[in-house]
């Protein structure tokens, strides 16, 4: 009998310590734990359409279509463009200002999502971003126009606080607040869609 035959007989010596099989020692074996869930098809276009939006602010115009869903907290903060409540000499005075500026940001936040969410449609459309850009800066001029004669009028003719017709103008004077950061969004996002359009 050969000597490997005579280690293979014998029992290993209990002084030695435990046997470890090579294979566990090599890695071989298989992972321990549950193997990790593959990304559903809805999560991937999820990630995809967020790395998409990542890079478009990462543009000029990408970034101030992102700013511009902050243009109105900060016009209320810093008055632009006119807009106060009744207790700051504004012409709001049955509407809070708060609530116009709520308005405001959403509308700006759904404009940019909603905008950006049909790149692939509006891609070719980017050459008409000046059509948003004059739009909003004749429904800024109609803001103007009522904030004005809000301001002015009613004094002159005494209506008082908390008479109907202040809200027979704040409405429409809403409106067009919202309607004019909006379109700016939107203006700046088709630019944004032509600058990524002219990327090489």
């Known amino acids: 009998m050969g000597k490997s035959e005579q280690e293979t007989d014998h029992p290993p010596d209990p002084g030695q310590g435990p046997v470890r099989d090579p294979k566990a020692a090599r890695g071989g074996g298989p992972p321990s734990g549950p193997a990790p869930e593959p990304i559903s098809a809805r999560g991937r276009a999820f990630l995809d359409e967020l790395t998409a939006f990542v890079g478009f602010l990462q543009g000029l ?10 243009f109105p907290l900060a016009n209320a903060s810093f008055t632009v463009i006119p807009m106060a409540p009744l207790d700051r000499e504004g012409a709001f005075h049955i ?11 959403l509308l700006t936040l759904f404009v940019l999502f909603s905008a950006f969410s049909r790149r692939r449609v509006l891609a070719d459309a980017g050459r008409k971003a000046w059509i948003p850009l ?4 004749l429904v800024l001029i109609g803001y103007l126009i009522l904030h004005t004669v809000k301001m002015n009028l009613f ?4 209506v008082e606080s908390g008479h109907p017709a202040h809200l027979a103008f704040e409405l429409p004077m809403m409106v067009l607040y ?8 939107r ?10 359009h002219r990327r090489p």
């Open 61 to 70: 115009w990408g970034a101030l279509a992102g700013a511009a869903v902050f």
């Open 95 to 105: 509407l809070p200002a708060g609530l116009v500026t709520a308005i405001a940001t």
């Open 134 to 137: 004059i739009a909003g800066v």
């Open 155 to 158: 004094d002159i003719w005494g």
């Open 178 to 185: 919202a309607a004019f950061f909006a379109l700016t969004a």
């Open 187 to 196: 203006a700046f996002v088709l630019l944004g869609l032509l600058e990524i």
